[in-house]
């Protein structure tokens, strides 16, 4: 798979990106502790009628050395990946939801996946943020009293129970361990869920289709792509996957991959 950099000479820094097959683009942008390798076999489908561009966004795989916050780095992603239909996973649904925000003329249709507009209560904003600084130190060998190697963090990561079982073949255990204590540190505290201002009041400004897809065993995150959908309007659609948790497409990819498809095969509209 053709990999590649879009930064130069005096350029701000570039994030990573994987390019397979042909046809219509894809843009694909991972979750937390992932890379742009690890989507269960979903790029794949996906890459049989479209040229699929998975990112790595920053602080991990071949972008770890990139330390931005939630907007900047969405402009770092629109750069590196230009126009085209968008698909972002948990994290990565942060950073295309805010580059669909930004750059709309970017993002011709966006697909979120186990993603969310924000944290509306300012006190339980401070309390992920504070939650997440703590993961962050355990990882970062800066801080000094960081107590996690990349496998017992990422080990711990994956286990937990909202993910559900995935099976060891698409939980990517092996990329994700290609991963920095630094760069992770770095997204946890930059990019974290407790760093996102709330977006609900903007989410009527989306004017492509937008489809969101969450786990039927996910109720936190369904509940909140159920009220997504709300705010957007007519052009958005929610998909529940049965006997899923919050990594949908890792669990049930063949069945994800035929939503994404639907929705992405379907016509404009005017």
Not at 143 to 155: A, L, M, N, R
Request: overall charge negative.
């Amino acid at each position: 798979m053709p990999t590649s950099d879009a930064s130069g000479p005096g350029q701000a820094p570039a994030l990573h990106i994987h390019q397979q097959s042909h046809g219509p683009r894809l843009i694909l942008a991972h979750g937390f502790t992932q890379t742009g390798a690890v989507w269960g076999g979903l790029d794949g489908l996906l890459a049989t009628s479209r040229t699929v561009v998975a990112v790595e966004l920053p602080g991990h795989g071949g972008s770890a050395a990139v330390r931005v916050d939630l907007p900047t780095g969405a402009v770092l992603l629109g750069a590196a990946c230009g126009a085209g239909d968008y698909l972002g996973y948990s994290m990565g649904a942060r950073f295309c939801l805010h580059l669909a925000l930004a750059r709309p003329d970017l993002v011709r249709r966006l697909v979120l996946i186990s993603g969310t507009a924000g944290i509306e209560d300012a006190g339980e904003r401070a309390e992920r943020r504070a939650t997440d600084e703590a993961l962050a130190d355990r990882i970062d060998p800066a801080v000094g009293t960081s107590t996690d190697t990349i496998p017992e963090f990422v080990t711990r990561w994956v286990a937990n129970p909202m993910f559900g079982t995935v099976p060891p073949a698409a939980q990517g255990l092996g990329e994700r361990l290609t991963n920095t204590p630094d760069g992770l540190a770095s997204s946890l505290r930059l990019a974290g869920t407790g760093t996102q201002e709330p977006l609900w009041d903007r989410l009527g400004e989306l004017t492509m289709p937008v489809l969101v897809v969450t786990g039927a065993n996910d109720a936190k995150f369904t509940d909140l792509g159920r009220r997504m959908v709300e705010s957007i309007g007519a052009n958005a659609t929610h998909v529940v996957i049965a006997d899923a948790d919050h990594a949908p497409h890792l669990q049930r990819p063949g069945v994800v991959a035929a939503a994404v498809q639907s929705f992405l095969d379907a016509p404009i509209p005017d």
